[in-house]
């Protein structure tokens, strides 16, 4: 009798001991699903593949260009940008209006210079993600997020925020819209009127644009 109840009691510490590490195994892989959901994942910025032309005027006209995208990240959660940081090859300034090589160079030699961008003492321009707010009613095709985020030029760093289209679709994030910046904000004074009141029709307006076209692939690693 002894030996049958003893053997029950073995049994049934057995049973609950087996019970107990399922459950404790059950919410240990619940905990590590959950963290993964939580977790952004990197997507590798393609810099070959995405775009940023800039456009400026000023009283006699106006002039446009590109600049390359050296590298950068979107974090993505499920199908959300949740932020990322992009840099600008600022040395990759071109012009793309004027024919005439001479001015063409000259214009760019201009603009590389420390009355603009400083190119040489800051070759890199950097834009991180603080935020992105869904635009609400916003139509197919049309802007569905405000951006937040800081753009340093010239080791300045000033907050911004556009209207931006994004969207995240089998393993790529883009994110697409047109940017108004005050130069000036980051003391680029040269031909402002806001500095210089008397320079007529020399004067380059204040703001300029970037239109952008920023393409991201998820890792493949990420993907396993």
Known sequence: ??????????????????????????????AVNNARANKAASYQVDAAKSQLTWNGKKVTG????????????????GNKVTGGTVDI???????TDLTDLEYNGKLIGHLKSDDFFSVEKNPKATFKITGLTPI?????????????????????TNAISFPATVAVNNGTA???GVA?????????RYGSKS???????KAINDDFTLDFNIVAKQNDLARL
């Open 1 to 30: 009798m002894k030996k049958l109840t003893l053997s029950a009691l073995f049994a049934a510490s057995l049973f609950l001991s087996a019970g107990t590490i399922a459950t404790a195994q059950t919410k240990s892989a619940t």
């Open 62 to 77: 106006e002039h446009t260009g590109t600049i390359n995208v050296a590298n950068g990240q979107l974090l993505v959660n």
């Open 89 to 95: 090859d600022m040395t990759s300034i071109k012009n």
């Open 136 to 156: 609400k009613g916003a139509k197919a095709g049309q802007a569905n997020y405000t951006v937040k985020g800081n753009l340093t030029i010239k080791g300045i």
């Open 174 to 176: 883009t994110a697409k």
């Open 180 to 188: 108004t910046l005050d130069r000036t904000k980051w003391d680029i």
């Open 195 to 201: 500095f210089f009141a008397n320079i007529g029709d």
